[in-house]
């Protein structure tokens, strides 16, 4: 026991529900607390049983991390290699300005640490634009073509390193506040494919999310405990994004219900998404190779090389001047 | 007691002895959105802040 953990002036600090020594962090959804070790004994769990019970991974499977230098990727990129899986990594470079230097250097520090392999790219490098000018160029949020730039860059790497699967830090907030803004749009196309494994299809390898039955408390909480030296700063570009509205509403709900989040999204995975299965199987129906990269895509050119050639030509857009554009 | 909060980086003081839940409510935060680190150690949300603790109250919401 450290010195900060022990009892002072008569106070009886809380017990792990499974050894009684001093907790470390308390989970109203599991009405517990628990210490170090039993908290990532806990976390394990988890992930193991969100991978069993979804089939994310088969036995001796490689898997490509998305890594951003955050806590959810790296969090998922430590439990993946703590449960014996072969996992590389991936970090996109996405030219945000000082948050894109820094999350760099967290997960280079990470991989390097460990001895992990992680393959870096760089937009601005490669193919001639960032977030920010993209924003710009193309008049739409940011996180748009943040998203789509990632997507279809790990999905390339993954074919061209022959890993069969994604692997992305999606947490149960996350996913509760998709599903959550979905529902609020009855976006049944969307819903259709909101599930924590998006099986390979032709040129597509498959995505999964290993973290859907953690918070992102409990994701940060796994790092601190893990001494994992994470980027805490939020992403500049996403303030004020309806993402953050929907968690703050559904965190809410969780203060006043423990258990709420994870009742709305793993039933819906339970009770809702079978009903849904015809939906999300005609979404993979009709793809056509990208006539100039070759991605799979449902018209002639794929939105990634739709956005390269949008941005084309642009001198980079610093943050601010994208930010306060977004906010006109 | 010292509490750094962050995004912006900022300290607050607060008088101690204090559980750490009262001190998240003092300062609107949601329990479920942050983790409370004392002396660089977490603690769950009844922890007893002392006067001479050194406190950081770490955000966890993301907005990707």
Known sequence: MSATDRPRGGHQPSRCRVCKEPAVIDLPRHNANFCADHFLELCRRQVTKAIERFGMLAPGERVLVAVSGGKDSLALWDLLTDLGVEADGLYVGLGIGDYSDTSGEHARRFARERGLVLTEIDLRDEYGYDVPTAAVATGRVPCSACGLSKRHLFDRAARDGGYPVVATGHNLDDEAAVLYGNTLRWDVEMLARQLPVLPARAGFPRKVKPLVRLTERETAAWCLVRGIDYLVEECPMSVGNKHLGYKEALNRLEAESPGAKAAFYLGFLDRMAPLLADRAAQAVDGLERCLRCGAPTTSEICAFCRLVERTAGHGPVPVELALARGRR | ?64
């Open chain 2, 1 to 64: 007691m010292k509490v750094v909060l962050r995004n912006p980086v900022r300290e607050v003081d607060i008088p101690g002895p204090r559980p750490a839940y009262l001190v998240l409510a003092d300062l609107g935060l949601a329990r479920e959105a942050h983790l409370v680190i004392r002396n660089g150690t977490l603690v769950p949300s009844d922890a007893r802040l002392e006067d001479d603790d050194r406190v950081e109250i770490r955000p966890v919401i993301s907005g990707g």
